[in-house]
């Protein structure tokens, strides 16, 4: 492939040789920026208003999910230039030829039609509203083909589209935070509860977490073009920090916009983007659609694009040259079926919750057994090992036994409640409702897997 940002990149799962490395580690920072700058951002924010915590609890809330989350995904963004590898093909080397299937296929699943689905919703009500008289399956389609388009073409394209978004969004948001942050009553905290909100806590740091962890499965995948000798350093704060700073700005500008907005109505809000938008002036408003639906384009990108990659890390043989391409559009148009229900359906802020908790609760465990993996591996070649992985048990079977006893355990959502969790806190109500139970699932299975994988590792030889 060239170095062009119009030709078809033809490299997919493969190394990329030598003599196609270009870029620099601050380039990192605008690719995990960027696609930050939008809608869904903002509502993860505005969760924990939903879920009932003060502007400030909320704000601590926030920046531990993100914090936690964007020092992983820096680690996992330098390893990148050394193997040249996307980091679904980086993950057989802690779960093997088959086991890899797992994560690839959860990967494939949320970022390239879940994630892909989430911000094609929030881009199209933004379309919509921009433009009057524009039908909204006319703005969903619209939006499908702009984030499909420039994810076919592929990563140099990414890159540049990536860098110059930022210029704009950059510009808007700055605005849009000062004008939030100046909101009468934005940071005035309700009265503070009797004892401390560990369920809204937990459910809104677990929230972030999930928002800002699920680009750490793909962390590599925009890092592999980089020459082998970038300086790990710079690449690993460009990259943490491009997704910590900006996820954090934008999620308090959502929890305090809707600490304003919301008057104890969150869950009943129709049209979220309507709702935050109304507080500019209409001629400004039109600059906020724009960049959300600049924003959503600048998601799905990475989204698509990486989805693909995870769906050929599984390993299927494609007989032909343009297979990440095809895979790309393949994608869209699951993705873009999706889309097309949740936007038929409604009810926006209970579906992207239970989404984002649902990423936590697989990524989570999924990064502590490709991080403690790597700790483990002492230094030896992880492009060489990749390429020709063994059928080890130790990383999948870490990783299952510990997404699966965390989510029965702990879970706390509408749905399901673990009982490990409500035996650690709840509240009873007089109808004997179970209510105010944390949600400890990522933090339980992170740990647990870690555990299980350097005890699973002493017992499997194929995993040394």
């Keep these: 492939m060239t170095n062009s940002t119009s030709a078809i990149e033809t490299n997919d799962v493969e190394p990329i040789p030598a003599g196609e490395r270009h870029g620099k580690p601050w380039h990192l920072f605008t690719v995990w920026s960027s696609p ?142 000062v004008i939030v942050f100046a909101l009468p009553g934005a940071f005035v905290s309700t009265a503070a509860p009797a004892e401390f909100p560990w369920a809204g806590f937990t459910l809104t740091a677990g929230a972030a977490y999930g928002y800002t962890a699920g680009w750490t499965a793909f962390a590599s995948d925009y890092t592999r073009y980089l020459p082998a000798n970038t300086d790990k350093k710079a690449l690993g704060w460009a990259a943490g920090l491009g997704n910590f700073v900006s996820t954090s700005l934008i999620m308090i500008v959502g929890a305090a916009a809707f600490n304003v907005l919301a008057a104890g109505n969150f869950w009943g809000i129709e049209n979220p983007t309507a709702t935050f938008t109304g507080i500019f002036t209409p001629v400004f408003a039109s600059f906020v659609l724009l960049a959300i639906v600049v924003g959503s384009v600048s998601a799905n990108i990475l989204n698509v694009y990486s989805g693909a990659m995870s769906f050929l890390a599984m390993g299927f043989k ?121 949600d400890l699932t990522a933090l339980v299975g992170f740990v647990l897997a870690s555990l299980l994988f350097v005890g699973f590792s002493k017992l499997d030889k194929n995993s040394k």
């Design 36 to 177: 930050n700058l939008e809608f869904a951002t903002v509502f993860v924010g505005a969760l924990a208003i939903g879920f009932g915590l003060d502007i400030w609890t909320g704000i601590a809330a926030i920046l531990i999910g993100n914090g936690l989350a964007g020092i992983t995904h820096g680690i996992l963004s330098t390893w990148g230039p050394s193997a040249g590898l996307p980091q679904m093909v980086l993950g057989r080397n802690a779960f093997g030829r088959w086991g890899n299937l797992i994560p690839s296929g959860l990967s494939t699943l949320v970022a390239g039609i879940g994630w892909f689905a989430v911000n094609t919703i929030s881009g199209t009500f933004a379309l919509e509203a921009l433009v009057p008289g524009l039908d909204v399956f006319a703005a969903l389609a619209i939006i499908i083909l702009a984030q499909v388009g420039v994810a076919f073409v592929g990563h140099n394209l990414i890159q540049k589209w990536e860098r110059y978004a930022s210029f704009f969004l950059a510009i808007v948001w700055i605005i849009v935070v």
């Design 318 to 438: 494609l007989g032909f040259r343009s297979r990440r391409a095809i895979m790309v559009a393949l994608a869209g148009l699951v993705g873009g079926f999706i889309s097309y229900v949740g936007v038929v359906n409604g009810d926006v802020a209970h579906q992207l919750d239970s989404f984002l908790l649902v990423v936590s609760y697989w990524v989570s465990p999924w990064i502590a057994v490709v991080l403690t993996e790597r700790i483990l591996s002492g230094g030896k070649d992880a492009g060489k090992r990749a390429l020709s992985p063994k059928n080890s048990w130790a990383g999948p079977l870490a990783f299952v036994i510990a997404t699966v006893f965390s989510i029965w355990g702990f879970a706390s959502q509408v749905l399901y409640t673990g009982p490990l969790g409500i035996a650690l806190h709840h509240v009873t109500l007089d109808n004997g409702a179970i209510v105010d139970v944390p």
